[in-house]
């Protein structure tokens, strides 16, 4: 049996642990491969401080049931968990002692697809949401910065087959984002396992 490696990410307010090699590589080679070409991507307008853009990453939603999931303006209608989503929802529940009900999933397609400052605060997700995240395909940095405390930054490259969760106060007190880069990069998707309440 291989064990999974856990790094707790020291910061304050906050609760994050990142698991490298959560998925080993086949397996995430085969499930980036599996979900590029079967998931219905769209492109969402989003509303930002009143004007309409395209969002710049394609996206769905899945779930266990009809609970519609609303950000910046767009309200998402879930698909029905395939057997795929269900396996790595199994198995961030062992070791997250939650269960989650919806995924979110981003797909970036190159350097200028990307997720700005937010955190994930929607109402739906409740006091303390708890996100599992999965990432597959080309590695990308993922910024952290608190909301109050400038000064209190960091960043984590985010590896094929890794899950990074987040829990307790972090959506409260940090803000995150997935910058764009001008480097010439491959695809990569992230599928974040969500509670809606
Ligand atoms: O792509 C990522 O790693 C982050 C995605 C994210 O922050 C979100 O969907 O809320
Ligand atoms: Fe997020």
Redesign the pocket.
Known sequence: MSSIRMIPLNLDDCDITYYPNFIDLNKADGYFKHFRSTIPWQQDDIKIFGKVHPQPRLTALYGTGKKTYSYSNIIMQPNLFTGELLEIKDSIEAIAQVEFNAC?L?LYRDGQDS?GW?S?DEKELGQNPIIG?I?LGQERP?HLRHKKNKALRHKIL?EHGSLLLMKGQTQHHWQ?Q?PKTSKRIGERI?L?FRLLK
Do not use: E
Request: hydrophobic fraction near 30%.
């Open positions: 979110l981003n997720n937010h994930d995240s990432s993922f985010l995150h997935v992230n974040t």
